[in-house]
């Protein structure tokens, strides 16, 4: 399960929400020799943003309210409490919350219970991340119960997904949404897939490209959301929960690759193409190593309906074959470590090829009773998996952190499997680069040790793309960022006379572009923006020259202003005088 999960009983589902499914098929990996079944069409791959339709479209919208102890009785639950129109209503700030919904003037929803803190997050750049959400479909007022008052304020976190998006995204699905009730799908195949455009996820694009690792196994969750819900609101939950993930909770896309309705409907999650190793944000520690498929609802008292039983086994069987992997039996993983990892980074982690989210996190995912439901859901998938590829070894990789400063060791990890998923003892690897023209270049070399395991420092000077390697087994591609580090001399004068041609200079480590603000301390005691200065820089040295007219007290920060994130000096102060 992954942050963003809708949740059950909610009332008034806006009408005219659409989910459909379209019918995918592939042939792509068939050049890979990994046994998808004759006679199947093209996969649908990354999907092709269509520029001028998100200009037209409309976009979710997210807002928030904050709700505070005294919106509160002492028994710890708030007045009713109301908003303009939400669909999808998260919280952050507190342990255990129920929360229950209405369209003003209705019937009140069941209480929902809802994690206040998600269980399951990126491997990187997780952001600040709230519950998992509940559908609401069209409410505006809610009710939030604690099990004692709250001592500080909450942040309720609301999506709505705007009526004539629904109905665009309605109008789109449908005709795919009947394809999808035609069935007949072969083994090695895959089930019909709604894919990205059809549930309307241009009108929240992802925040930078997708990664891509290696699939070993697949990762069952549920999406902790409503079970009542109707096959036309699919498609706009799907829609919420990304909207969701990207802007509360800052990360990159919608955290899993796929989605599955009650009915039986298979959704695309996260974008960089169906039959790719897209690394989702799904379960913490094991993205890279893994695909996901998120089940829409709440599965911890009833399990999931035969249509998605039989649409889930369809899909796993296909993807793992896909990949080269069976369904059944186990595999060992290496923990990439992480707050909600159950174990600690550089664990070698044994799973069964189909496992829930519990089996790698810190979680009660994807519920006990669709837990349970595992055993069946392997056996039915093994009825449409295709051939596989004969077992080979592999060489996983783990980064200590993504990003270094600059020159600081960067530490690399991993484990060593030969064919049959055992460690491989005392065999070469080497952790490598992607230099400027693309090719790898091999920066360490490691021996593994008897439990498979190996591990590699290396200075750290430039951001760039590693791998390991080891035979003729990679890794997934990690991406490991260098902190530049920035630093401004000035003169050893800190006084100069109104009029001074005043020459600054510093370093900059990688070479970097570089900007110096100006400020000038007016009477009120505020710092104002006079200038921002260009760096001109030479290697790893740069200068920057500014004419000191008025006298006063002047603040000066250098900063990088290349690509990426950046990084500031601590500001230098400088006095101007009227005399000599």
């Known amino acids: 399960m992954r942050s963003a999960r809708d949740r059950a009983g909610v009332s008034g589902p806006a009408a005219g929400a659409t989910l459909g499914a379209v019918g995918t098929t592939i042939t792509r990996r068939r050049a890979l020799g990994l046994g998808a079944a004759a006679g199947l069409g093209s996969l649908l791959g990354p999907l092709r943003a269509l520029p001028a339709l998100a200009a037209r479209n409309p976009r979710p919208r997210g807002f928030g309210l904050t709700v505070t102890p005294a919106d509160f009785d002492g028994r710890?639950?708030?007045?009713?409490?109301?908003?303009?129109?939400?669909?999808?209503?998260?919280?952050?700030?507190?342990?255990?919350?129920?929360?229950?919904?209405?369209?003003?003037?209705?019937?009140?929803s069941p209480w929902i219970p809802l994690a206040a803190h998600g269980d399951h997050a990126p491997d990187t750049g997780t952001g600040e991340h709230a519950s998992d959400p509940i559908w609401t479909g069209g409410s505006d007022e809610f009710q939030l119960c604690l099990a004692r008052a709250p001592r500080a304020s909450l942040r309720v976190h609301l999506v709505v997904v705007p009526a004539s998006l629904r109905r665009r995204v309605t109008a789109r699905s449908a005709p795919r949404a009947r394809a999808?009730?035609?069935?007949?799908?072969?083994?090695?195949?895959?089930?019909?897939?709604?894919?990205?455009?059809?549930?309307?996820?241009?009108?929240?694009?992802?925040?930078?490209?997708?990664?891509?690792?290696?699939?070993?196994?697949?990762?069952?969750?549920?999406?902790?959301t409503a079970n009542e819900y109707l096959p036309q609101d699919s498609a706009a939950i799907v829609l919420g929960i990304a909207a969701y993930h990207r802007d509360t909770n800052g990360w990159n896309d919608i955290g899993y690759n796929f989605l599955v309705d009650k009915y039986g409907q298979v959704f695309e999650g996260r974008a960089g193409g169906i039959d790719q190793a897209v690394v989702g944000a799904h379960a913490q520690g094991y993205n890279a190593e893994s695909t996901s498929?998120?089940?829409?609802?709440?599965?911890?008292?009833?399990?999931?309906?035969?249509?998605?039983?039989?649409?889930?086994?369809?899909?796993?069987?296909?993807?793992?074959?896909?990949?080269?992997?069976?369904?059944?039996?186990?595999?060992?993983?290496?923990?990439?470590?992480?707050?909600?990892?159950?174990?600690?980074?550089?664990?070698?982690?044994?799973?069964?090829?189909?496992?829930?989210?519990?089996?790698?996190?810190?979680?009660?995912?994807?519920?006990?009773?669709?837990?349970?439901?595992?055993?069946?859901?392997?056996?039915?998938?093994?009825?449409?998996?295709?051939?596989?590829?004969?077992?080979?070894?592999?060489?996983?990789?783990?980064?200590?952190?993504?990003?270094?400063?600059?020159?600081?060791?960067?530490?690399?990890?991993?484990?060593?499997?030969?064919?049959?998923?055992?460690?491989?003892?005392?065999?070469?690897?080497?952790?490598?680069?992607?230099?400027?023209?693309?090719?790898?270049?091999t920066l360490a070399r490691a021996t593994a040790a008897a439990d498979g395991s190996?591990?590699?420092?290396?200075?750290?000077?430039?951001?760039?793309?590693?791998?390991?390697?080891?035979?003729?087994?990679?890794?997934?591609?990690?991406?490991?960022?260098?902190?530049?580090?920035?630093?401004?001399?000035?003169?050893?004068?800190?006084?100069?006379?109104?009029?001074?041609?005043?020459r600054l200079s510093g370093r900059v480590l990688p070479a970097d572009p570089v900007r110096v603000l100006v400020e000038f301390k007016g009477g009120d005691g505020q710092w104002r923006r006079v200038r921002v200065l260009s760096g001109r820089v030479r290697g790893t040295n740069f200068s920057a020259a500014i004419r000191m007219r008025r006298p006063g007290l002047y603040r000066l920060t250098a900063r990088t202003a290349g690509p990426g994130a950046h990084v500031r000096d601590a500001p230098l102060l400088i006095r101007v005088v009227r005399g000599r």
């Open 76 to 108: 710890g639950t708030s007045r009713v409490l109301q908003a303009r129109r939400f669909d999808l209503i998260g919280v952050r700030g507190a342990g255990r919350v129920e929360v229950r919904v209405r369209a003003r003037g209705g019937a009140w």
């Open 454 to 502: 190996w591990a590699v420092q290396v200075p750290w000077r430039r951001t760039g793309e590693v791998r390991a390697r080891s035979g003729a087994a990679s890794s997934v591609v990690a991406n490991v960022a260098v902190v530049a580090s920035v630093k401004l001399r000035l003169p050893r004068r800190r006084r100069v006379a109104r009029g001074t041609l005043l």
């Open 293 to 441: 498929v998120a089940q829409l609802g709440t599965f911890t008292a009833g399990g999931i309906t035969a249509e998605a039983m039989t649409a889930t086994a369809q899909l796993l069987g296909w993807k793992l074959s896909l990949h080269g992997v069976p369904v059944q039996g186990t595999v060992v993983l290496r923990s990439g470590g992480g707050s909600l990892n159950r174990f600690p980074a550089g664990t070698p982690v044994t799973v069964n090829r189909i496992c829930g989210h519990r089996d790698g996190d810190a979680t009660s995912c994807p519920g006990d009773v669709l837990y349970a439901q595992l055993p069946e859901l392997r056996t039915r998938a093994t009825a449409f998996a295709g051939p596989v590829a004969a077992p080979q070894g592999q060489v996983t990789l783990a980064i200590q952190a993504a990003a270094v400063p600059y020159g600081s060791p960067a530490a690399f990890a991993g484990l060593v499997i030969r064919p049959g998923g055992g460690a491989a003892a005392g065999v070469p690897v080497a952790l490598q680069k992607r230099g400027s023209t693309g090719a790898w270049v």
């Open 180 to 224: 999808a009730q035609a069935g007949g799908v072969q083994p090695g195949s895959p089930p019909p897939i709604v894919p990205r455009d059809a549930w309307g996820a241009a009108a929240v694009p992802p925040r930078s490209a997708p990664r891509y690792g290696a699939v070993q196994a697949g990762f069952v969750h549920h999406t902790v």
